[in-house]
T-cell receptor, first 113, second 112 residues
């Protein structure tokens, strides 16, 4: 069991570029989500998904798109990167409604110049 | 979700018990208390959760007061690897309330 994996670990972008952060889990979890964490702050929810084909917005969705074509994968797309999106991004998953134990990936450190 | 209040930082000697407090005076009857921690540069890690009764697992113990307005996370024998930011979170279990709201937490430093 690899758990929750994220790629890449580090990324530097120029303003206006687009990219996709990858997230995958092998635990057959229904729920997946993306958070961002800025220095000195807690995690803020960007988007989440309650199952394949279903996604919804979190607290800070602007500038990001997601899709969930399979149970395993939940990629996060930055449409046109801005310096304000410089952050550490964490993907998380949980099994189902009954439990709220979330498993987090190792994170992607993104810098937008 | 109920808001929580935690001290910004605490120190603990290696091998001693670390007791991390959390106030959640506005907690409602169907809200659980969850604890996560985040070791530097890593993703958050689940520790323990509870509703009313005290809970214990291989990582820690959770003591919830009878009125449920506060709780304490206990690491019985802290090690250097327990140095991390510890987050106390109060939320409903399951349903549509999916969002985990992390505050600033408590930075626990375990000293040799």
């Amino acid at each position: 069991n690899a758990g929750v994996t994220q790629t890449p670990k580090f990324q530097v972008l120029k303003t206006g570029q687009s990219m996709t952060l990858q997230c995958a889990q092998d635990m057959n979890h229904e729920y997946m989500s993306w958070y961002r964490q800025d220095p000195g702050m807690g995690l803020r929810l960007i988007h989440y998904s309650v199952g394949a084909g279903i996604t919804d917005q979190g607290e800070v969705p602007n500038g990001y798109n997601v899709s969930r074509s399979t149970t395993e994968d939940f990629p996060l797309r930055l449409l046109s990167a801005a310096p304000s999106q410089t952050s550490v991004y964490f993907c998380a998953s949980r099994l189902a409604v009954i439990t709220d134990t979330q498993y987090f990936g190792p994170g992607t450190r993104l810098t937008v110049l | 979700d109920a808001k929580t209040t935690q001290p910004p930082s605490m120190d603990c000697a290696e091998g001693r018990a670390a007791n991390l407090p959390c106030n959640h005076s506005t907690i409602s009857g169907n809200e659980y208390v969850y604890w996560y921690r985040q070791i530097h540069s890593q993703g958050p890690q689940y520790i323990i959760h509870g509703l009313k009764n005290n809970e214990t697992n291989e990582m820690a113990s959770l003591i919830i007061t009878e009125d449920r307005k506060s709780s304490t996370l206990i690491l019985p024998h802290a090690t250097l690897r327990d140095t991390a930011v510890y987050y106390c979170i109060v939320m409903n279990s399951g349903g549509s309330n999916y969002k985990l709201t992390f505050g600033k937490g408590t930075l626990l430093t375990v000293n040799p």
